[in-house]
T-cell receptor
Framework: KAGVTQTPRYLIKTRGQQVTLSCSPI?????VSWYQQTPGQGLQFLFE???????NKGNFPGRFSGRQFSNSRSEMNVSTLELGDSALYLC????????????FGPGTRLTVT | EDQVTQSPEALRLQEGESSSLNCSYT??????LFWYRQDPGKGPEFLFT???AGEEKEKERLKATLTKKESFLHITAPKPEDSATYLC???????????????FGKGITLSVRP
């Protein structure tokens, strides 16, 4: 069974640009969550989508947004990139919105210059 | 605000030297406590979920335990391949039934020398 896949794996952007990251959950999983991981702050929750609806949102500015498609694939968008947005962005999927266990993808390493 | 504190930040062990990693937490209405392993450049790998105080789970050389305020990950006779960062996370029960977010600790970097 294929795991969570994320594309691209690495990305370099310039301050002020925008970026879109993609996540394909494990087949059959309907909940997708996004996290930002930095050395200083660790893993921080961005948002969670289930059945194309945002169910939970973390404490990030409105520049961070996401969506989920009918096939459960999800995208995350960051507009007006700042240097501090450089991080590993992780996507996690779970079977349903009530599932206890989340399975993570390998992440997208975003560098903002 | 949910809080998770892991200690120590880093731990160096000799192969075969057993030890424990600590995770202290504060959460209103714990739904589950999770342990993950993360290797450099990879996403976290799920290890255990603990739901209530007194619960224990084992997998190979790892054993996780839970009390009302903390969880321990015991590593028995570790091997170099156990070297990784171990993350603890808590999930609060959500009355709306939605999958509430995981709040992670900063992690413990374990290094096992041969």
């Amino acid at each position: 069974k294929a795991g969570v896949t994320q594309t691209p794996r690495y990305l370099i952007k310039t301050r002020g640009q925008q970026v879109t990251l993609s996540c394909s959950p494990i087949s059959g999983h309907r909940s997708v969550s996004w996290y930002q991981q930095t050395p200083g702050q660790g893993l921080q929750f961005l948002f969670e989508y289930f059945s194309e609806t945002q169910r939970n949102k973390g404490n990030f500015p409105g520049r961070f947004s996401g969506r989920q498609f009918s096939n459960s694939r999800s995208e995350m968008n960051v507009s007006t990139l700042e240097l501090g947005d450089s991080a590993l962005y992780l996507c996690a999927s779970s079977l349903t919105s009530l599932s206890y266990e989340q399975y993570f993808g390998p992440g997208t390493r975003l560098t903002v210059t | 605000e949910d809080q998770v504190t892991q200690s120590p930040e880093a731990l160096r062990l000799q192969e075969g030297e057993s030890s424990s990693l600590n995770c202290s937490y504060t959460v209103s209405g714990l739904r589950g406590l999770f342990w993950y392993r993360q290797d450099p450049g990879k996403g976290p790998e799920f290890l255990f979920t603990l739901y209530s105080a007194g619960e224990e789970k084992e997998k190979e050389r790892l054993k996780a335990t839970l009390t009302k305020k903390e969880s321990f990950l015991h590593i028995t006779a570790p091997k170099p391949e156990d070297s990784a960062t171990y993350l603890c996370a808590v999930q609060r029960g959500n009355p709306a039934g939605a999958n509430s977010k995981l709040t992670f600790g900063k992690g413990i970097t374990l290094s096992v020398r041969p």
